[in-house]
């Protein structure tokens, strides 16, 4: 569950934490430990700590958005926010899901098959997500 918290930190948004606006840049997450990288100064928590931590944040964006680069025209910033849609996380969260499953259990034929068809339809809902990103940058210029 940690995991899901620690993902929420996306690169681009911002927080509160004891009254300090925090940039994030990168998250990490190694050795048992959580790690929130911002401009200020860098978080590493372990998951005991790390959700006291979170409860003690508030986002300044919606949770689950991140920035687009924003695009540039005579000295005006355009940014779009970009929401992570559901879909998305339940896609990585079924992935992972079979992916531990055929880790922990022998090679089994159904799973192997079923976990085949995951991967090619999220290939091509990534495939459609980038050609709608592509499309979007394309007017924004």
């Known amino acids: 569950m940690s995991i899901e918290k620690l993902n929420e930190f996306i690169p681009g948004t911002s927080f509160l934490f004891e009254k300090r606006r925090y940039d994030v840049t990168k ?8 790690m929130i990288f911002t401009k200020q100064r860098t978080f590493v928590y372990y998951e005991t700590e790390f959700d006291e931590f979170v409860t003690k944040t508030e986002f300044l964006f919606e949770v689950g958005a991140g920035i687009a680069a924003p695009a540039v025209s005579n000295n005006i910033y355009e ?53 709608r990103f592509r499309f979007l940058n394309l007017q924004s210029k």
Request: aromatic share 6%.
């Open 79 to 131: 940014a779009e926010i970009i929401r992570v849609s559901d879909r998305s996380l339940r896609i990585s969260e079924k992935l992972e899901d079979l992916f531990n499953d055929i880790y922990k259990s022998d090679n089994d034929d159904v799973k192997i098959k079923k976990a085949a068809s995951l991967v090619q339809i999220s290939n091509a809902i990534v495939a459609n997500e980038v050609a």
């Open 27 to 34: 998250t990490k997450f190694q050795e048992l430990k959580f």
